[in-house]
């Protein structure tokens, strides 16, 4: 296991725990509060999301389907807001976005992450406040720019200065004074258990602290009339579940914020940590509460403000994956089942499902793990060592590496794979020309398409030699 996998997997590559095949689970049929939305239950052995049984929503909207609780959604962003008040919270939109989400999370009072045009353009065309609009990226364009500050995005975290050289222009052709954070690069990487403190800054992200980029971006914003230097970002990675690479982030930040003070005489007024609050995927998995973690993050600030003898600035939080993850789930149509028998003697069952790398793309790219369960029914068959398999051509479409599901899994079967919400449908692809499922929301007892079922017909409009 390569540690590159890790960016947004959720361990760390050299400390992969041992495969969860180890050890035989209890109930096959059970479903672990901590990784399923809280809807999910069985009744009479069927699992219902939302309120509806698996087997009606799939009736009517078919398979895959990605289901959206949107109770689930809405009670994690509100748990956000309401974990400490005066912490600004961002829905990092890029773990999923579509018009639906973007109003939940409005009328939950989240601010909302992009970080492209196309991403803005889902968040304008849900009628998002633009003022709590924040656009990020490592390469804006001049269009994507000038589409932000005409909206009039409440702030641009600032990653080159190429990119402030474009907006400055920008802003003074539309004669506004444009709000921005600047991205810092702390030298910190987090992943789950671990932090490296002294982490190399060879990535295409933010201003290095180390070589002094970020002190001439912070002085370039400054020294311009149509910027206002709003304060400064960091993000150290994804799927965290302590705060301890924070703490090293934060202190490394608010010691940059007071020679700030110290050089320009400016105040920062505001300083966010981005992202990556971890979720639960596998049993074991112990992310903290929103609340110990907002507590926490916002504690340290506060100390780190009183050693430098710095103004508390407004604290923000980017969470995504935390948000939207838990409350997704897929639902695949079991095809085909096949036996292996490994080296050793050890038998494997394939279970091939009706989409794949296509629609998850976490468990090739990340070597993310996953939980799943038969859907359609409880079972008492003995569990069966499984992976759980796409429909691609590809050896490395896998959607859940090890899997104990009942060992009379057989074709028509659901399986339902957990915490999906984040990172599967948003990086979903067409390959093999599989069209990508529907996202559904569900609350209630029903049911309604957010994103509909891509079609064939949908991939042949792309192509100019479809006769017509
Ligand atoms: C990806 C990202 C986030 C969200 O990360 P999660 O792991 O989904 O919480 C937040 N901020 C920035 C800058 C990001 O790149």
């Known amino acids: 296991m390569s540690r590159n996998a890790h960016p947004a997997g959720p361990r760390h590559g050299d400390v992969l725990p041992d495969a969860p095949h180890g050890s035989q689970p209890g109930d096959v ?13 069985r009744v009479g052995g069927e ?3 939302g309120g509806a049984p698996v087997s009606a929503l799939v009736l009517e909207h078919g398979t895959p389907a990605l289901f959206l609780d949107e109770a689930d959604v809405r009670a994690r962003a509100r748990s956000y807001t309401q974990a400490f008040p005066g912490i600004d919270v961002y829905y990092a939109g890029k773990a999923f976005l579509c018009t639906a989400v973007a109003r939940w999370v409005d009328e939950e009072g989240l601010g909302l992450d992009v970080c492209t ?46 990119e402030i050289h474009r907006l400055i222009a920008i802003a003074a052709t539309a004669g506004v004074t444009q709000r921005v954070l600047v991205r810092v690069t702390v030298g910190v990487e ?62 490394r930040v608010i010691s940059f914020a007071a020679t700030i003070r110290d050089v320009h005489g400016v105040q920062v007024e505001e300083i966010n940590l981005g992202g990556g609050l971890g979720i639960a995927y596998v049993p074991g998995d112990d992310p903290e509460t929103p609340k110990q973690t907002l507590e926490r993050l916002s504690g340290i600030v506060e100390i ?19 948000i939207i993850g838990p409350s997704g789930v897929t639902v695949y149509e079991v095809g085909t089942v096949k036996d292996v028998t490994l080296d050793g003697g050890q038998r494997r069952r394939y279970v091939s499902v009706d989409g794949g790398m296509s629609d998850n793309i976490r468990t090739a790219l990340y070597d993310a793990h996953y939980t799943c369960v038969l859907a359609n029914r409880a079972s008492a068959a003995p569990p069966a060592l499984t992976r759980v398999v796409g429909k691609h051509c590809e050896s490395g479409d896998v959607v859940v590496r090890d899997a104990w599901l009942p060992g009379d899994v057989r074709p028509g079967d659901l399986v339902a794979v957990a915490a999906t919400g ?33 079609t064939e017909d949908d991939l042949l409009r792309l192509d100019t030699g479809v006769a017509r």
């Open 422 to 454: 984040a990172y599967c449908r948003s990086m979903a692809s067409n390959y093999n020309h599989v069209p990508r499922p529907p996202v559904v929301g569900v609350d209630q007892g029903r049911s309604q398409v957010l994103v509909r079922r891509e």
């Open 47 to 49: 699992l219902h999301l």
């Open 190 to 251: 987090a992943h789950t258990h671990e932090f490296i403190a002294t982490a190399h800054e060879d990535q295409k992200f933010g201003f290095s602290l180390r070589d002094g980029s970020a002190a001439r971006a912070v002085a370039a914003v400054i020294a311009s009339d149509v910027l206002h230097f709003g304060g400064l970002h960091s993000h150290i990675g994804s799927q965290i579940f302590e705060t301890a690479g924070f703490e090293v982030a934060a202190h």
């Open 117 to 162: 045009g196309g991403e803005l353009a889902v968040a304008l065309a849900a009628g998002f406040p633009a003022e709590r609009i924040a656009l990020h990226g490592n390469n804006k364009s001049s269009a994507e720019l000038g589409r932000a500050v005409e909206a009039g995005v409440g702030h641009v975290i600032v990653d080159s200065f190429d």
């Open 29 to 41: 049929n059970a479903l672990d509060p901590a990784i399923w939305p809280e809807s999910a239950t």
């Open 304 to 322: 780190e403000c009183a050693s430098v003898g710095l103004r508390l600035p407004t604290l923000s939080v980017e969470p995504g994956r935390a």
